[in-house]
């Protein structure tokens, strides 16, 4: 009855809608790709899927990853589109326990990744690191690893994000439980040396942190290993030395997966993208894109990634499955601990 | 030109009970009644501005389910309402269908505004705006004009004037009006007839004479302006001052017209006017009787 | 009984007319929240009743219901003042000024949170660091507000007869008396009605308190967001959306509304300022205000030409040449989409909202049509997540799914523009002389005519107004926008965004380069509605 209410208002909208809903024909020639705000590809690489395959790629970015792997668990079973992009392994289990994904996983990830997500397909792995202000540090030591944050030559200098509302928060808070000795009395003493915790990972770069683009009066970051590189390329002299640096120590490794939605309506255009995410061709064009690594080894990626942000070397990999059965009570803890 | 046979209206409680009145072609009825008497009502009733049982007929035709905009009735209102957003030529033109400058100067002539077309209506004098206000309802060449207190907003001096201008022009175009007021000066000035109404119906339709001189009740009496003693209607001349008077007044006001003192006074919780010739302060205390 | 009238405005017409901004509401706003409570209430009460006994809820509540309460009395204290002499006297650069106070509030609050950081913040040019308490937040509310005050308040000025304030002051009264006992009582229940918006604004504010409050400060609005989008935690948002909601209906039930006072006729009552005493109140409160709204504007504007502390246009180049990736912003086709969207959320929402306050305007006011009215501000005083989030539950799936439409968004930018449009729209309808339209009628013209040459000529400031307010509104609209994400081209806001999510100097600098172009678009759009109320008298 409700919906009956709405028809008229929505035929009459829809008349003037210059996005009206088209009517659909078979088969299906469309692939619908959901993700994040930061997801991002060149043009000529989908141009290039829609020549091999005949399928043309439309994306529909909802947000931050949290807000799509949640719009797509409250639509699961209707999904909005065919392929998802962008769960990554703090919010993988809850996706698969929430039905969204229908089992699909392509071949040619490396092994030790794909075993650890069966169902779905890495695509790209980031890492969370320290990031600090390279013109603040110049004459005196930065921080060497997270541990050192709580000494008092570091007191009022550190940002980190909310890991309840923030994905690089959450990620340094799994990377301390998984490597501090006492994760909570690191964030007593963390707190007690005048940590400053914000919501998002914009204010925390952006507004309080001093180095590169930040505006702000703190050296010390929580951020992606790839900023420094981000700096560089973004800044307006590419060829000047990044103004940041990581802390190549207890890095969190996040990993980017797609999968195909349960219900697609074009579940075979689904699966023929995701092998696509896969090719060199795909590969190639994610670090300078999205500012992640490729999962594919020998895929390419931009020379500032080698000169300032190169892969961590012994980062915290934690399964999705642990992640998920902890997750709730580290960040409940956290919040008492901090007075969140 | 105008039939009402058993006009009813009613808001929350019946405010027309049954009115029967004719109006023959270029004559001026007047409705004389105190205010929320109904006057107001029966008026926006013949427009078709508010719903109303019985039969209204405007030049032979039932006006049943005829929307206000297709009567051909005019109207003026207690306020003038010109359409602040539009010029004084705006305004008369308004009602004209197609544009007709011609006309709109011919309206102003007629009402003595000549040249005032493109004034904005904020510039007007009150007296002015009622002649636009006149004009504009004139224009379209009504069957009827109806007039809801067209002079009541004015004051006095300005008033007197229009009316007798209003009705010269009323004259001129051999119009058919049904007007409402609660002045009798007014309605004796302005009608051929006029019509009392009270609680709903009309008690009394005459001349303005047939009204002085043969008031159906004291109620119409009073109404009227005549003055009433012991449930006997008295004209102001009838009255006098006499030390020997069986009635004991005390002069409640005086005016001064045409060369005679005009006095109120109030004897046994009436209002009786005498004629006198000369200035009373209010407060004196008088015998009265009648001649 | 004769019954084809115009003056038979009966009980059936009234209703007729009310039922579509009823209908709109429970189709977009009742149907979504309740898809979202019934979501939360799946797995038992239990999720719901554990976030309602938790202490920390209520210390939220508390903490939302003051700053919104402190952010509104200073608004007050601002726009009142500049409201008077906007509407009260000539002075040079008074259309601008009436023009640039709207552009606050439709710049998307992270922006205007991260400039308020730049003047206020740990490194503010201003020196005083604000951030993470509360009078940061009620000076950037205050800054996003002043226009719904100013605004209202001033189309309730200008429709005051001059003669009133005169006749009081005949009548011997000073000329404070004269405001406080004429002009006060006649314009009160226009401050009431934009002391509402505002609160409910302020109680809802979200980018303001993300930024701003430093993680410290949080509205429920923020405690919402984090349950629904980042902790799926339903059964909280949902408890978390009614405790806002029945804050919400509390409030509007204790303000209540005032009727709005028949005033005369009235045309510009603005005249120019004299003596010396008045010439320099005029001067400081025009150029005080114009600092208020302008500063924070300048240093959007300016930290896109800022690129590593150095004057650079890199991020307008970057802005204007966004290379061949799909997540390059297209600055024009954000534009079109934002202004696409707007003008259909506009026209729905003025239709909507004009039946509204024509059938508020209509009746007498009796107890169920006061409830109708408190109802229809409802959607201002709710999360915009949980109308973007019930909206993709309700009408996520067929039959009827309207994802990938962009037509949702259309309908939640309408649903947050109708609340403006009503209270705008509803004071003036209500003062409209009616006879005018008996008038139009006795002279042969058709109601039809009448609406067209009478009614919306005398109405137009008033409409004019709505529609500058609504398509403000809709402009900036981000919350509910966000979640309702289609493949049609981002709007500006969404636009600026997702330019922020990305590091880099010049990324940023093309962010505020982007919301220079909303703050100009606003401006362009504003000052030319503006123009169109050219109509010279005002009748009420």
Same mark, same amino acid.
């Given at each position: 009855?409700?919906?009956?209410?709405?028809?008229?208002?929505?035929?009459?909208?829809?008349?003037?809608?210059?996005?009206?809903?088209?009517?659909?024909?078979?088969?299906?020639?469309?692939?619908?790709?959901?993700?994040?705000?930061?997801?991002?590809?060149?043009?000529?690489?989908?141009?290039?899927?829609?020549?091999?395959?005949?399928?043309?790629?439309?994306?529909?970015?909802?947000?931050?990853?949290?807000?799509?792997?949640?719009?797509?668990?409250?639509?699961?079973?209707?999904?909005?589109?065919?392929?998802?992009?962008?769960?990554?392994?703090?919010?993988?289990?809850?996706?698969?326990?929430?039905?969204?994904?229908?089992?699909?996983?392509?071949?040619?990830?490396?092994?030790?990744?794909?075993?650890?997500?069966?169902?779905?397909?890495?695509?790209?792995?980031?890492?969370?690191?320290?990031?600090?202000?390279?013109?603040?540090?110049?004459?005196?030591?930065?921080?060497?690893?997270?541990?050192?944050?709580?000494?008092?030559?570091?007191?009022?200098?550190?940002?980190?994000?909310?890991?309840?509302?923030?994905?690089?928060?959450?990620?340094?808070?799994?990377?301390?439980?998984?490597?501090?000795?006492?994760?909570?009395?690191?964030?007593?003493?963390?707190?007690?040396?005048?940590?400053?915790?914000?919501?998002?990972?914009?204010?925390?770069?952006?507004?309080?942190?001093?180095?590169?683009?930040?505006?702000?009066?703190?050296?010390?970051?929580?951020?992606?290993?790839?900023?420094?590189?981000?700096?560089?390329?973004?800044?307006?002299?590419?060829?000047?030395?990044?103004?940041?640096?990581?802390?190549?120590?207890?890095?969190?490794?996040?990993?980017?997966?797609?999968?195909?939605?349960?219900?697609?309506?074009?579940?075979?255009?689904?699966?023929?993208?995701?092998?696509?995410?896969?090719?060199?061709?795909?590969?190639?064009?994610?670090?300078?894109?999205?500012?992640?690594?490729?999962?594919?080894?020998?895929?390419?990626?931009?020379?500032?990634?080698?000169?300032?942000?190169?892969?961590?070397?012994?980062?915290?990999?934690?399964?999705?499955?642990?992640?998920?059965?902890?997750?709730?009570?580290?960040?409940?803890?956290?919040?008492?601990?901090?007075?969140? | 030109?105008?039939?009402?046979?058993?006009?009813?209206?009613?808001?929350?409680?019946?405010?027309?009970?049954?009115?029967?009145?004719?109006?023959?072609?270029?004559?001026?009825?007047?409705?004389?009644?105190?205010?929320?008497?109904?006057?107001?009502?029966?008026?926006?009733?013949?427009?078709?501005?508010?719903?109303?049982?019985?039969?209204?007929?405007?030049?032979?035709?039932?006006?049943?389910?005829?929307?206000?905009?297709?009567?051909?009735?005019?109207?003026?209102?207690?306020?003038?309402?010109?359409?602040?957003?539009?010029?004084?030529?705006?305004?008369?033109?308004?009602?004209?269908?197609?544009?007709?400058?011609?006309?709109?100067?011919?309206?102003?002539?007629?009402?003595?505004?000549?040249?005032?077309?493109?004034?904005?209506?904020?510039?007007?004098?009150?007296?002015?705006?009622?002649?636009?206000?006149?004009?504009?309802?004139?224009?379209?060449?009504?069957?009827?004009?109806?007039?809801?207190?067209?002079?009541?907003?004015?004051?006095?001096?300005?008033?007197?004037?229009?009316?007798?201008?209003?009705?010269?022009?009323?004259?001129?175009?051999?119009?058919?009006?049904?007007?409402?007021?609660?002045?009798?000066?007014?309605?004796?000035?302005?009608?051929?007839?006029?019509?009392?109404?009270?609680?709903?119906?009309?008690?009394?339709?005459?001349?303005?004479?047939?009204?002085?001189?043969?008031?159906?009740?004291?109620?119409?009496?009073?109404?009227?302006?005549?003055?009433?003693?012991?449930?006997?209607?008295?004209?102001?001349?009838?009255?006098?001052?006499?030390?020997?008077?069986?009635?004991?007044?005390?002069?409640?006001?005086?005016?001064?017209?045409?060369?005679?003192?005009?006095?109120?006074?109030?004897?046994?919780?009436?209002?009786?006017?005498?004629?006198?010739?000369?200035?009373?302060?209010?407060?004196?205390?008088?015998?009265?009787?009648?001649? | 009984?004769?019954?084809?009238?115009?003056?038979?405005?009966?009980?059936?017409?009234?209703?007729?007319?009310?039922?579509?901004?009823?209908?709109?509401?429970?189709?977009?706003?009742?149907?979504?929240?309740?898809?979202?409570?019934?979501?939360?209430?799946?797995?038992?009460?239990?999720?719901?009743?554990?976030?309602?006994?938790?202490?920390?809820?209520?210390?939220?509540?508390?903490?939302?219901?003051?700053?919104?309460?402190?952010?509104?009395?200073?608004?007050?204290?601002?726009?009142?003042?500049?409201?008077?002499?906007?509407?009260?006297?000539?002075?040079?650069?008074?259309?601008?000024?009436?023009?640039?106070?709207?552009?606050?509030?439709?710049?998307?609050?992270?922006?205007?949170?991260?400039?308020?950081?730049?003047?206020?913040?740990?490194?503010?040019?201003?020196?005083?660091?604000?951030?993470?308490?509360?009078?940061?937040?009620?000076?950037?509310?205050?800054?996003?507000?002043?226009? @719904?005050?100013?605004? *209202?308040? %001033?189309? !309730? #000025?200008?429709?005051?007869? +001059?003669? &009133?304030?005169? $006749?009081? =002051?005949? /009548?011997?009264?000073?000329?404070?008396?004269?405001?406080?006992?004429?002009?006060?009582?006649?314009?009160?229940?226009?401050?009431?009605?934009?002391?509402?918006?505002?609160?409910?604004?302020?109680?809802?504010?979200?980018?303001?308190?993300?930024?701003?409050?430093?993680?410290?400060?949080?509205?429920?609005?923020?405690?919402?967001?984090?349950?629904?989008?980042?902790?799926?935690?339903?059964?909280?948002?949902?408890?978390?959306?009614?405790?806002?909601?029945?804050?919400?209906?509390?409030?509007?039930?204790?303000?209540?509304?005032?009727?709005?006072?028949?005033?005369?006729?009235?045309?510009?009552?603005?005249?120019?300022?004299?003596?010396?005493?008045?010439?320099?109140? @005029?001067?400081?409160? *025009?150029? %005080?205000? !114009? #600092?208020?709204?302008?500063? +924070?504007? &300048?240093?959007? $504007?300016? =930290?896109? /030409?800022?690129?590593?502390?150095?004057?650079?246009?890199?991020?307008?180049?970057?802005?204007?040449?966004?290379?061949?990736?799909?997540?390059?912003?297209?600055?024009?086709?954000?534009?079109?989409?934002?202004?696409?969207?707007?003008?259909?959320?506009?026209?729905?929402?003025?239709?909507?909202?004009?039946?509204?306050?024509?059938?508020?305007?209509?009746?007498?006011?009796?107890?169920?049509?006061?409830?109708?009215?408190?109802?229809?501000?409802?959607?201002?005083?709710?999360?915009?997540?949980?109308?973007?989030?019930?909206?993709?539950?309700?009408?996520?799936?067929?039959?009827?799914?309207?994802?990938?439409?962009?037509?949702?968004?259309?309908?939640?930018?309408?649903? @947050?523009?109708?609340?403006?449009?009503?209270?705008? #729209?509803?004071?003036?309808?209500?003062?409209?002389?009616?006879?005018?339209?008996?008038?139009?009628?006795?002279?042969?013209?058709?109601?039809?005519?009448?609406?067209?040459?009478?009614?919306?000529?005398?109405?137009?400031?008033?409409?004019?107004?709505?529609?500058?307010?609504?398509?403000?509104?809709?402009?900036?609209?981000?919350?509910?926008?966000?979640?309702?994400?289609?493949?049609?081209?981002?709007?500006?806001?969404?636009?600026?965004?997702?330019?922020?999510?990305?590091?880099?100097?010049?990324?940023?600098?093309?962010?505020?380069?982007?919301?220079?172009?909303?703050?100009?678009?606003?401006?362009?759009?504003?000052?030319?509605?503006?123009?169109?109320?050219?109509?010279?008298?005002?009748?009420?």
């Amino acid at each position: 009855m409700k919906k009956l209410l709405l028809l008229p208002l929505v035929a009459a909208l829809a008349a003037c809608s210059s996005t009206a809903p088209e009517i659909e024909s078979s088969p299906p020639t469309e692939v619908v790709l959901v993700t994040h705000d930061s997801f991002s590809v060149s043009k000529k690489v989908l141009r290039e899927f829609s020549e091999q395959t005949g399928y043309e790629v439309t994306i529909v970015q909802n947000g931050d990853t949290g807000q799509v792997v949640n719009s797509a668990i409250l639509s699961a079973g209707v999904p909005q589109g065919d392929v998802l992009f962008g769960v990554d392994n703090t919010f993988l289990s809850r996706a698969q326990e929430g039905g969204v994904f229908e089992d699909y996983q392509a071949a040619g990830a490396p092994e030790q990744l794909a075993q650890a997500a069966p169902g779905v397909t890495p695509i790209d792995t980031g890492a969370v690191c320290l990031n600090y202000d390279r013109e603040y540090f110049a004459d005196s030591p930065p921080p060497a690893t997270p541990a050192d944050l709580v000494k008092p030559q570091y007191k009022d200098l550190t940002v980190v994000q909310n890991p309840a509302t923030s994905s690089p928060g959450l990620a340094f808070l799994l990377s301390t439980v998984s490597r501090q000795p006492d994760w909570q009395t690191y964030w007593e003493q963390l707190k007690a040396n005048g940590v400053k915790v914000v919501d998002g990972w914009e204010n925390a770069y952006y507004q309080q942190f001093s180095g590169g683009s930040g505006e702000g009066t703190r050296p010390i970051v929580v951020s992606y290993s790839t900023s420094p590189a981000a700096e560089v390329m973004f800044s307006e002299d590419p060829e000047a030395p990044a103004p940041t640096a990581n802390v190549d120590s207890d890095c969190f490794q996040q990993v980017e997966y797609a999968g195909v939605l349960a219900g697609a309506r074009n579940p075979e255009g689904a699966r023929a993208f995701i092998d696509y995410m896969l090719s060199a061709t795909f590969q190639d064009d994610i670090a300078e894109q999205m500012f992640v690594y490729p999962v594919v080894p020998d895929a390419a990626v931009p020379p500032a990634f080698e000169e300032y942000s190169a892969p961590p070397t012994d980062p915290v990999v934690m399964a999705p499955e642990q992640i998920a059965a902890g997750r709730e009570e580290w960040i409940d803890e956290w919040s008492a601990i901090m007075g969140q | 030109m105008l039939r009402l046979q058993a006009v009813t209206a009613s808001y929350d409680q019946p405010v027309l009970r049954g009115i029967d009145l004719n109006v023959a072609r270029g004559e001026i009825v007047c409705i004389l009644g105190p205010s929320g008497g109904g006057k107001s009502t029966l008026l926006r009733a013949v427009a078709g501005l508010v719903p109303h049982g019985g039969l209204i007929e405007v030049a032979g035709e039932a006006m049943v389910g005829v929307p206000p905009h297709r009567r051909g009735v005019g109207m003026m209102f207690q306020d003038d309402l010109l359409f602040p957003h539009l010029d004084v030529a705006g305004n008369v033109g308004f009602g004209l269908r197609p544009a007709d400058p011609a006309r709109v100067a011919q309206m102003l002539d007629l009402v003595g505004l000549s040249g005032f077309g493109p004034r904005g209506v904020d510039t007007l004098s009150g007296g002015q705006a009622q002649r636009v206000a006149l004009a504009r309802a004139l224009a379209p060449q009504p069957r009827l004009l109806l007039l809801d207190e067209p002079f009541g907003a004015l004051d006095v001096v300005l008033k007197a004037g229009l009316v007798l201008d209003v009705q010269r022009v009323l004259r001129e175009l051999g119009m058919t009006v049904l007007a409402v007021t609660h002045d009798r000066q007014e309605a004796f000035t302005l009608a051929d007839r006029v019509a009392v109404l009270r609680d709903g119906t009309l008690v009394q339709v005459g001349t303005p004479d047939e009204l002085w001189n043969e008031p159906a009740d004291m109620y119409v009496a009073r109404l009227v302006g005549l003055s009433v003693l012991e449930g006997r209607a008295y004209r102001p001349e009838q009255i006098r001052m006499s030390a020997g008077g069986p009635w004991s007044a005390r002069v409640t006001g005086r005016t001064f017209r045409d060369g005679h003192h005009l006095v109120s006074a109030r004897v046994a919780g009436e209002t009786v006017v005498f004629v006198c010739d000369r200035a009373l302060e209010p407060g004196t205390e008088v015998r009265l009787a009648v001649t | 009984m004769d019954r084809r009238v115009v003056g038979d405005h009966g009980s059936v017409g009234r209703t007729a007319v009310l039922a579509v901004p009823v209908v709109f509401l429970l189709v977009l706003f009742v149907v979504p929240v309740a898809a979202v409570v019934r979501v939360g209430l799946s797995e038992g009460p239990a999720g719901m009743l554990g976030v309602l006994v938790d202490a920390r809820t209520w210390g939220v509540l508390g903490f939302t219901l003051l700053q919104a309460a402190l952010s509104t009395v200073a608004t007050l204290i601002v726009a009142i003042p500049a409201a008077v002499v906007i509407a009260g006297y000539r002075f040079p650069g008074r259309g601008l000024l009436r023009a640039l106070v709207l552009v606050p509030f439709v710049m998307p609050t992270v922006v205007v949170a991260a400039a308020f950081l730049a003047l206020i913040g740990p490194t503010g040019l201003l020196g005083v660091d604000l951030s993470g308490s509360i009078w940061g937040l009620v000076l950037a509310h205050m800054f996003l507000n002043l226009a @719904v005050v100013i605004r *209202v308040l %001033g189309a !309730a #000025l200008a429709t005051l007869d +001059p003669d &009133l304030e005169n $006749a009081a =002051r005949l /009548l011997g009264a000073s000329r404070w008396q004269a405001w406080r006992r004429v002009t006060w009582p006649l314009v009160a229940p226009s401050v009431r009605a934009a002391s509402a918006i505002v609160f409910l604004f302020c109680f809802t504010s979200f980018g303001v308190v993300q930024v701003l409050g430093d993680g410290q400060l949080r509205t429920l609005e923020v405690q919402i967001y984090r349950s629904t989008a980042y902790l799926l935690d339903l059964p909280a948002a949902a408890a978390l959306a009614l405790l806002q909601l029945i804050a919400v209906v509390a409030m509007l039930v204790v303000v209540g509304r005032g009727r709005s006072v028949v005033a005369g006729s009235a045309v510009d009552i603005s005249r120019r300022p004299r003596g010396w005493r008045e010439i320099s109140l @005029v001067a400081g409160v *025009v150029v %005080g205000t !114009a #600092l208020l709204v302008v500063t +924070p504007l &300048l240093v959007i $504007a300016g =930290r896109s /030409l800022l690129v590593g502390g150095q004057w650079s246009t890199a991020g307008w180049q970057v802005l204007f040449s966004p290379g061949e990736t799909t997540n390059a912003v297209d600055p024009w086709a954000a534009v079109l989409a934002s202004l696409r969207t707007s003008i259909l959320a506009t026209v729905l929402a003025m239709l909507v909202g004009g039946a509204a306050a024509i059938g508020l305007a209509m009746g007498r006011r009796g107890t169920w049509l006061r409830s109708v009215d408190a109802m229809l501000l409802l959607p201002l005083g709710t999360s915009a997540v949980t109308v973007g989030l019930g909206m993709l539950l309700a009408f996520g799936r067929p039959p009827i799914d309207l994802r990938n439409t962009g037509l949702l968004i259309v309908l939640a930018q309408a649903l @947050v523009a109708m609340p403006f449009v009503v209270r705008v #729209l509803t004071p003036g309808f209500e003062s409209f002389d009616r006879r005018y339209l008996e008038v139009a009628a006795v002279l042969g013209r058709t109601p039809r005519h009448a609406l067209r040459t009478v009614a919306a000529p005398l109405l137009l400031p008033l409409i004019t107004v709505a529609v500058g307010f609504a398509f403000a509104v809709t402009l900036g609209e981000f919350g509910a926008t966000v979640f309702l994400a289609t493949p049609a081209d981002p709007t500006l806001p969404v636009a600026i965004s997702r330019l922020l999510a990305r590091p880099g100097e010049v990324t940023v600098a093309a962010a505020y380069a982007a919301s220079t172009m909303l703050m100009l678009i606003t401006a362009v759009v504003v000052v030319g509605i503006d123009r169109l109320r050219a109509g010279k008298a005002v009748v009420f």
